[in-house]
């Protein structure tokens, strides 16, 4: 499955923002999806997951509350909603997809990756 994201831009603290994974592929339905976020001189850390009949989540204890992770099959997408953005959410976000297993929050899980998508949280 090849994976693109969309969404990241430039925002203030406070704000909202909705990134977009999109699949290619007839299989996408059967795969796990994973977001990710590296932030410059930082580890990639697992942010939010979704299984793939989307009835299954993770959020990561650093945006829960914050972040909200689902998907629509039909239109092969997955979506990391963002809220109460702060400074610190500023990264390259990146989805993550794994066929036929359940979701985790650990990178070494996925095997296909997206391009990253920047966002910046600053005044």
């Known amino acids: 499955v090849q994976l693109q994201a969309f969404g990241g831009g430039l925002v203030q603290p406070g704000d909202s923002l909705r990134l977009l994974c999109v699949g290619a592929?007839?299989?996408?339905?059967?795969?796990?999806i994973g977001w990710f976020r590296q932030a410059p001189g930082k580890e990639r850390e697992g942010v939010a997951c979704?299984?793939?009949?989307?009835?299954?989540?993770y959020v990561a204890d650093s945006v829960k509350g914050r972040f909200t992770i689902s998907r629509d099959n039909a239109k092969k997408s997955v979506y990391l909603e963002m809220k109460s953005l702060r400074p610190e959410d500023t990264a390259v976000y990146y989805c993550?997809?794994?066929?036929?297993?359940?979701?985790?929050?650990?990178?070494?899980?996925?095997?296909?990756w997206g391009q990253g998508t920047l966002v910046t949280v600053s005044s």
């Open positions: 993550a997809a794994q066929p036929d297993s359940p979701c985790s929050l650990h990178r070494n899980w996925y095997d296909y």
């Open positions: 592929g007839s299989t996408f339905d059967y795969h796990a």
């Open positions: 979704i299984n793939n009949g989307g009835d299954v989540t």
